[in-house]
């Protein structure tokens, strides 16, 4: 288990703790102004005359399923068990795939991954039970919308239907964690499922695109034995449909959802742009509550990937050009060594080899 932890702690580490994949969803007819080279990790975008080329650590064309964005993904998940802060976020314009990416369909082979990564975690938690850790999993469904936070299962104007009875509690507060019990995958995944229908009990498809959805997980895990314990979380996002204002031909109250969609994702550009600069000062907490929600995975204490949703239509070549150059800005930002968050005995060099002998 230790040699498994720091092989894949290495490897993160060289293949850089902020990442960016991108993933182009299927078109409907033969026309595509996407062209993509997947062992170059490179998408080719020709827009008004000019070749726009960039350069990604993953690139997944048209015909890509669930299931190979989850094998690039699911050490990132892994890593939040081991004791570290992950977040991965799906960005682009409206209809791109991010919701289809991030929850995707019912049947197991069309499930994203949400319901992938609780069904990973829940099977890896029960393996370290078997190495003497216990683990307390605390999940929560959150939107941001307008820059209000609503839980989606415990908000009062949530649709009456009762909260799946293994969940406990689903609160935004997290100190300390709520006593939450996820026990199988089936109740996780009828979880997310009813978590889906309260926002689709709200339009799905109109709100879904203008409000950020946050699936949280927190982590908290102890091995009684040699008194460590161990605290780790997953953020997995499925971002508003990022569309500029002028397309959105916005007004009213409309107008103010874009405005804040706006500024929510420009805060989330300056955090990447101020990384990125490697500036001294990084602005999380200013007037976006996603990037302060998301501060402790996008500091250099923890690991973050941006699958970056583009759809081939060519009458989105535009909107797709400001995702792609959004991506460049993220390929350029480096969040430095992740921290694990272990205490008890220290894991040193010379307690993991012990450990390492151990098994
Ligand atoms: N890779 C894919 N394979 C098959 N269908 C897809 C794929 N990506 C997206 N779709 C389909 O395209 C439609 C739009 O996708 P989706 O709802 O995921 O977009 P979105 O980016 O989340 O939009 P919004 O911002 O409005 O929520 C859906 O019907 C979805 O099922």
């Not at 230790?2 to 969803?25: D, M, P, W, Y």
């Not at 008004?48 to 050490?75: A, M, S, W």
């Not at 689903?170 to 300390?176: A, D, I, V």
């Not at 390929?331 to 307690?351: D, F, I, N, S, Y």
């Amino acid at each position: 288990m230790a040699s498994r932890r720091k092989i894949h702690n290495e490897l993160q580490e060289v293949k850089g703790n902020i990442r960016t994949f991108c993933r182009i969803r299927p078109a409907s007819s033969k026309e595509s102004c996407l062209s993509v080279d997947e062992d170059a990790g490179k998408v080719m975008l020709p827009y008004n005359g000019v070749d726009n080329d960039f350069r990604f650590d993953r690139c997944f064309g048209q015909t890509r399923t669930q299931l190979d964005i989850f094998e690039e993904v699911k050490d990132f998940v892994q890593s939040a068990l081991d004791g570290y802060n992950v977040s991965l976020l799906a960005y682009g314009q409206t209809g791109a795939g991010k919701t289809f990416t991030m929850l995707g369909g019912r049947e197991e082979e069309a499930m994203g991954i949400i319901p992938r990564s609780i069904n990973q975690i829940l099977e890896t938690v029960a393996e370290m039970k078997d190495n003497g850790w216990e683990y307390e999993l605390a999940a929560s469904f959150l939107e941001i919308y307008n820059e209000t936070i609503r839980d989606l299962l415990c908000d009062a104007k949530t649709p009456a239907a009762p909260a799946p009875s293994f969940f406990f509690c689903c609160c935004c507060c997290w100190t300390p964690p709520p006593p939450v019990l996820l026990l199988s995958f089936s109740s996780c995944f009828s979880f997310i499922c009813y978590s889906s229908s309260v926002v689709q009990g709200t339009d799905m498809n109109e709100r879904s695109s203008r409000s950020h959805t946050v699936f949280q997980l927190r982590i908290n895990a102890k091995h009684e034995q040699r008194g460590q314990t161990l605290r780790g979380s997953l953020h997995l996002v499925d971002l508003a449909g990022s569309e500029r204002l002028a397309k959105s031909n916005a007004t009213g109250d409309r107008l103010k959802e874009t405005q804040s969609i706006n500024k929510s994702l420009s805060a989330l550009g300056d955090v990447m742009s101020a990384i990125a600069k490697k500036q001294a000062h990084v602005p999380y907490s200013r007037n976006s509550k996603l990037t302060f929600l998301l501060q402790p995975c996008l500091s250099g204490d923890g690991k973050a990937l941006v699958i970056l949703a583009a759809s081939p239509v060519e009458s989105s070549a535009h909107e797709t050009l400001c995702s792609l150059r959004f991506g460049n800005l993220i390929a350029q930002c480096e969040l430095g060594k992740a921290t694990r968050h272990v205490t008890g005995p220290a894991m040193t060099g010379k307690r993991e080899e012990e450990e390492e002998r151990e098994e």
